[in-house]
């Protein structure tokens, strides 16, 4: 199986910044598209950010200047660099890939989410 761990939530004051980290682990071959989503209190999920394979990355509106996502592909880790936070930002963020895992029978495509992590940006 595939396993994404997200770490560096936390609390914030308004205008402070934090960094997101997704690491995965498993028997993976190769990943493709990863993303951050969030949800915030009584709201949807709502996707933030992606990176392609290919290094194209896409951002939701309401944080395009003010997030940045980035991969360490040796790592197997995909961060989200957030700057001058808002209390509209604060949320549960969750990451989750295109993965092609070995498997004993051959390659396999899964899509794992990880189990959230939780941003508050209160003062």
């Known amino acids: 199986q595939v396993q994404l761990v997200e770490s560096g939530g936390g609390l914030v004051q308004p205008g402070g910044s934090l960094t997101l980290s997704c690491v995965a682990s498993?028997?993976?071959?190769?990943?493709?598209?990863v993303g951050w989503h969030r949800q915030a209190p009584g709201k949807q999920r709502e996707l933030v950010a992606r990176i392609s394979k290919s290094d194209g990355s896409f951002y939701a509106d309401s944080v395009k200047g003010r997030f940045t996502i980035s991969k360490d592909n040796a790592a197997n880790a995909v961060y989200l660099q957030m700057n001058n936070l808002s209390p509209e930002d604060t949320a549960v963020y969750y990451c989750?890939?295109?993965?092609?895992?070995?498997?004993?029978?051959?390659?396999?495509?899964?899509?794992?989410w990880g189990q959230g992590i939780q941003v508050t940006v209160s003062s």
């Open positions: 498993g028997n993976i071959f190769s990943i493709d598209d």
């Open positions: 989750v890939a295109d993965v092609v895992m070995v498997g004993v029978s051959g390659l396999y495509n899964l899509r794992p």
